[in-house]
């Protein structure tokens, strides 16, 4: 990154926005930048594609999302499209689809290092998720299909991390627990997964729920993310998103927020891309409260209140 100063006379938000611009830029616009837990901050002057460079992340989180961002090429959740990626202001417009909206958000897995009974409590959580999509009756089919999600469908070929997918590579059926070894997991004891699944599984749940969606999709997510959020792949973008629709009775576009990155399976080799429809056009508004300011004069009566919009403009099929 070129050598920037950071103008210290401006509102903080400001410079981090300026800074993560230039970092984009840099870049070539690489949505890997995008990956991650410090985005779609509740701060009311803060763009929610930008991240807020004040929120303090655990060390173990951190490398979990630097191996996340490494692994990402594994995936081409865009279907190889590549679209415009523009940066106007506060406005960041850019072109993607809809592919599923969240349906139950399960636990949050802070981290495996966690007592025992912590973790059994989380995993039955999911377990009980992922048995209302496949079947409670189909044991192994829930057990192969929850052991895949929730390592997304990722672990380390053994290759050094300067190979061409930094050392990751799409797991095989032989790489999953055996059913004494998920058994014994689900009670509880993580160590008894081998090394290269247990670190994939750490690497792709830390600091993440497990929920499922309405097209019957298992995934990983961040806990900011609700039921009714809606799961979006960007174009030249390897990882999906989640947006969060805003109401307005004063506009008639179709108003989002930014909220993070997510896991969805099927992603990691077109599987749900394909499958989704021609999209629209709809605008990623940023804002601290839920009314909806539409004049100078009505933000002028509230300093707690800032509106910025990120466009997404819709392709069709070709």
Not at 65 to 93: D, M, N, W, Y
Request: hydrophobic share 35%; proline share 4%; with cysteine.
């Amino acid at each position: 990154m070129k050598s920037y100063r950071p103008n210290y006379s401006a509102k903080l938000t400001d410079a981090y926005t300026e800074v993560f611009k230039l970092m984009l830029q840099e870049t070539g616009n690489d949505y890997r930048y995008m990956i991650g837990p410090a985005f779609g901050s509740d701060h009311s002057n803060l763009p929610s594609w930008v991240p807020d460079f004040s929120v303090t992340i655990p060390l173990v989180e951190i490398e979990a999302v630097i191996r996340r961002i490494s692994s990402s090429t594994l995936c081409v959740a865009s279907g190889k499209k590549f679209g415009e990626f523009q940066i106007h202001g506060p406005e960041l417009s850019v072109s993607g689809r809809c592919l599923d909206t969240v349906s139950i958000v399960g636990s949050l897995l802070p981290t495996v290092n966690i007592p025992a009974e912590s973790l059994k409590s989380i995993l039955m959580n999911w377990k009980s998720l992922c048995e209302s999509i496949v079947g409670a009756c189909r044991e192994v089919s829930a057990r192969m299909a929850l052991s895949r999600v929730i390592c997304a469908s990722k672990i380390a070929d053994g290759v050094s991390l300067y190979g061409r997918h930094h050392g990751w590579r799409q797991i095989k059926t032989s790489d999953l627990p055996s059913m004494e070894e998920w058994n014994q997991f689900l009670s509880g004891d993580v160590w008894t997964l081998q090394e290269e699944y247990r670190r994939a599984f750490e690497i792709a749940s830390t600091g993440r729920c497990f929920y499922v969606t309405r097209n019957g999709k298992m995934s990983l997510c961040y806990p900011q993310v609700k039921t009714g959020d809606q799961v979006w792949v960007l174009n030249n973008s390897n990882s999906p998103s989640v947006l969060r629709k805003v109401d307005s009775e004063s506009s008639n576009a179709r108003l989002y927020r930014f909220i993070r990155d997510c896991y969805l399976d099927g992603t990691i080799d077109e599987e749900v891309v394909k499958e989704t429809k021609e999209g629209s056009c709809i605008t990623l508004l940023i804002m601290n409260m839920g009314n909806l300011y539409t004049t100078d004069s009505e933000l002028a009566k509230s300093d707690q209140t800032y509106i910025y919009s990120l466009t997404l403009l819709m392709p069709h099929d070709s």
